[in-house]
């Protein structure tokens, strides 16, 4: 028999052993955003870029006052040379000279062709029966019934000594047509019919005085004209001298 002592102990059952496992890196961590402005506030957003800050209000504004004065000044009118000057006071004169025309065709008519017959007693008896027609259209041509007289007064002048100059032009232009020339046409139509009317022929003596003494005035306006201009030359208005009547002084 076998010694119990010698006996060896059973052992005990052992677990079995694992193969080792193969370690696999973590994915790295995403980084942290930014800390954001004070106060809170989300930071910079990966692939978006912040436009830049605009300007301030106040330099808006300072832009946009330049640009309002470069406008501005660019609209103001250039001052303009003597020449240029005359070239516009001389448009006026023949836009004058233009409306004045059919009055003065009109009064010389009537002493040609009516009142120097009359005072010599050549009148023919055909042209005493029409006198009255002719003469009623030649006192609407000395008239503001005449589109050219009423345009006349309403001419627009510029803003300078010349200007002032084609004011007074205008007003003496005025004048001759519509009071001289027209009581002189009515004077020489009352001598058609009654020859020796005394109170027509005086007043047709002062409308010739009249008609002369504008004539004068508006030659002197336009001399003072060309002065403001330096000498610059000027076109005349084209009032005609009328031959003053003799039968007044009978």
Same mark, same amino acid.
């Given at each position: 028999?076998?010694?119990?002592?010698?006996?060896?102990?059973?052992?005990?059952?052992?677990?079995?052993?694992?193969?080792?496992?193969?370690?696999?890196?973590?994915?790295?961590?995403?980084?942290?955003?930014?800390?954001?402005?004070?106060?809170?506030?989300?930071?910079?957003?990966?692939?978006?870029?912040?436009?830049?800050?605009?300007?301030?209000?106040?330099?808006?504004?300072?832009?946009?006052?330049?640009?309002?004065?470069?406008?501005?000044?660019?609209?103001?009118?250039?001052?303009?040379?003597?020449?240029?000057?005359?070239?516009?006071?001389?448009?006026?004169?023949?836009?004058?000279?233009?409306?004045?025309?059919?009055?003065?065709?009109?009064?010389?008519?009537?002493?040609?062709?009516?009142?120097?017959?009359?005072?010599?007693?050549?009148?023919?008896?055909?042209?005493?029966?029409?006198?009255?027609?002719?003469?009623?259209?030649?006192?609407?041509?000395?008239?503001?019934?005449?589109?050219?007289?009423?345009?006349?007064?309403?001419?627009?002048? @510029?803003?300078?000594?010349?200007?002032?100059?084609?004011?007074?032009?205008?007003?003496?232009?005025?004048?001759?047509?519509?009071?001289?020339?027209?009581?002189?046409?009515?004077?020489?139509?009352?001598?058609?019919?009654?020859?020796?009317?005394?109170?027509?022929?005086?007043?047709?003596?002062?409308?010739?005085?009249?008609?002369?003494?504008?004539?004068?005035?508006?030659?002197?306006?336009?001399?003072?004209?060309?002065?403001?201009?330096?000498?610059?030359?000027?076109?005349?208005?084209?009032?005609?001298?009328?031959?003053? @009547?003799?039968?007044?002084?009978?």
């Amino acid at each position: 028999m076998t010694d119990p002592s010698s006996r060896r102990a059973p052992r005990a059952p052992q677990a079995p052993v694992e193969a080792p496992v193969e370690a696999h890196p973590l994915p790295p961590l995403p980084p942290e955003p930014a800390a954001g402005p004070p106060g809170g506030g989300l930071g910079p957003i990966p692939g978006f870029t912040r436009p830049a800050p605009g300007r301030p209000w106040y330099k808006r504004w300072a832009l946009w006052v330049v640009v309002l004065a470069a406008a501005i000044i660019a609209d103001l009118p250039k001052p303009q040379s003597d020449t240029q000057k005359a070239a516009v006071v001389a448009a006026v004169l023949k836009e004058i000279s233009t409306d004045v025309h059919p009055c003065e065709y009109a009064v010389s008519e009537a002493f040609r062709t009516f009142y120097d017959p009359v005072t010599h007693d050549t009148l023919p008896a055909a042209s005493r029966t029409f006198a009255h027609q002719y003469l009623s259209q030649d006192q609407q041509a000395c008239s503001f019934v005449n589109t050219g007289i009423f345009g006349m007064s309403t001419i627009t002048v @510029p803003n300078s000594a010349a200007g002032r100059q084609l004011s007074a032009i205008i007003k003496t232009a005025l004048e001759w047509c519509t009071s001289d020339a027209n009581g002189a046409i009515a004077d020489i139509e009352t001598l058609v019919t009654q020859p020796g009317d005394r109170a027509a022929l005086e007043d047709l003596a002062t409308r010739e005085r009249l008609l002369a003494a504008d004539r004068a005035a508006a030659v002197r306006d336009i001399r003072a004209a060309e002065a403001a201009l330096d000498g610059l030359p000027l076109p005349s208005i084209g009032l005609p001298s009328l031959p003053h @009547p003799t039968a007044s002084s009978s």
